[in-house]
């Protein structure tokens, strides 16, 4: 059938993870800050939790110091103790220097006691891109560092471009992949209603005329979905009547494109389709605190990527996961605390897993993660490693810096055949790892065997 043989070209473009877990790619290991600093305790402190997130630390302590480091060996950011830079301007000749050494606009953190606006304002006209205030949260700033460093860039928008018509879809394709977005073509409906479920697109760019139906008949047909409702749909076609394209945007669509278009001008337009329409599914689909997925949605994973392992016949593990003792990190430290650990703990595992895996949160301090190409062993093995760095991590809270912990179980396909079954053993597995003394990791099929024995 033409769309498997369709389907089998797209998977085989994808780029398809190696089998196993990796966890830190050579350049997250090498990702370098160099930090200005007189306190050894302070450099101490953010050299262990930065570490722990695979970041660097190179640390000096005085500002001739910092451009020797900086023309010796580039650095990926600068953290500058504000207090000890002194003056404004002995701040701003700094910050030239800096960049001067670097050849770059090198992002610099600053770290002051003072909270007053006027210091505040010193940092922002002296080209401060964040300002920190010890005690120093490791989440907070390794959030400031991904962002200003750039890791976790995410992924390029994603268009899926329906048209009948091989000589426009090339154009079209030609256009939007020049401008940096990631194209898929299919020229039959059917296709892309089996292409939607592998390619997760932020936009549909579709034809309003196409061999078998019409555009909007399309639309209707995928609006009937309701993982489909919230993606953007742009109808492509020639100048026609005003009521014309209203009733094309009234059975579905979004919008509505008249040829001739300029390659700029239609980049643009679906750029700014697609991040609104990837803006709002993540906020329909991640939980607020995290910006991990949501239940529904790491459920509906689940289901998605089972059926892809059983149709190519690969592995796959699912993890459930669970912060110990957190009722009492609450009522001892508060709420507040409670969550900043929850967040830790969700930017350990986005930082530490593939790109190919999925990680939600389940419910309150209940989290699932879904490892395609994984079997039990990898997944307990990723999850251990992931376990004894978050137990090495220091919360911070107002009555001082505390450990946490997490337990996990695991279960793996083809081991269990089911989306149900799978999140059951792995709770299972998990339940055992809490009734065993808690901080563990527990495969369901071991577990098994050996009550077996």
Known sequence: MQVE???????????????GVILLSDEDVHNEILLLEQSQALVNQLSRELGLFGYSLRSVTDSDGLIAALLDRPANAVIVDLDAAGSAEALEQLLIRVRDSSGRMLPVLGISHSN??????????TGVASYLRPPIDPHDLVMELDLLTHRGVPDRLRVLLVESSSTRAAEYRTVLEGGGLAVTVVRQPEQAMVVLQEFSPDV???????????????????????????????FLGPQTAMDRQLDAIGVGGDDFLSGPIHGSYLVRFVTIRAERGRKLRSLILTDNLTGLLNHSRIKEQLGKELARAERRGTPLAFAMVDLDYFKAVNDTYGHQAGDRVIKTMARLFKQRLRRSDYIGRYGGEEFAVIMPDSTAEDAKRTMDEIRNTFGRIGQVAWKGTFRASFSAGVAAFPEVGNPTELTRCADQALYDAKRNGRDRVVNYQAMVSNLSL
Request: glycine letters at 2%.
């Open 204 to 234: 549909i760019l579709m034809a309003m005329y196409l061999d078998e139906c019409t555009g909007a008949e399309l639309a209707r047909v995928i609006r009937q979905f309701p993982a489909h409702t919230t993606i953007p749909i742009v």
């Open 116 to 125: 007053d606006f006027h210091t505040r304002l010193k940092a922002v006209r």
């Open 5 to 19: 043989k369709d389907l089998t070209a797209l998977r085989d473009r994808m780029d398809d993870p190696p089998a």
